[in-house]
């Protein structure tokens, strides 16, 4: 089980395929929302750490101002910090930046599952 402070950083190329505009969330070539979602997701991820086997993390939350933009080419890194442990619910802390530019911040929560008993009930 991660414990509060657990921390780890995700970084990224902005490439053509990450924009607004290739993601389909806007017209504009820059850094789209869905990405940012992504790459702070993919730090939470990253910063539970490894667990037992037979065990996942899924996604239940996402809270993501997203208040700057970044271009194609932008090396941009995504950070989580663990703030908060409810039971199974991991809250994180999420930023992400390039060089000093914030350009996104929130929480983002995850929840801890077996993956066999989860993925049976999608079948």
């Known amino acids: 089980m991660p414990e509060i402070g657990a921390a780890a950083t995700h970084t990224h190329v902005v490439t053509e ?12 070539p820059v850094l789209g929302t ?10 939470s991820i990253l910063a539970v750490g490894d667990l037992p086997d037979g065990e996942t ?4 939350s996402i809270d993501v101002r997203h208040v700057a933009p970044a271009p194609v080419g932008a090396e941009v890194v995504a950070t989580a910090e663990l703030v908060g442990i409810e039971g199974r619910s991991l809250r994180f802390r999420v930023t992400l930046a390039w060089g000093e530019r914030l350009l996104a911040s929130g929480t983002h929560t995850r929840v801890l599952v077996d993956r066999d008993r989860f993925l049976a009930r999608v079948r």
């Open 17 to 28: 395929a990450d924009t607004a505009l290739a993601l389909g969330s806007g017209d504009v």
């Open 34 to 43: 869905p990405k940012v979602v992504a790459l702070v997701e993919r730090a």
């Open 57 to 60: 993390t899924l996604g239940t």
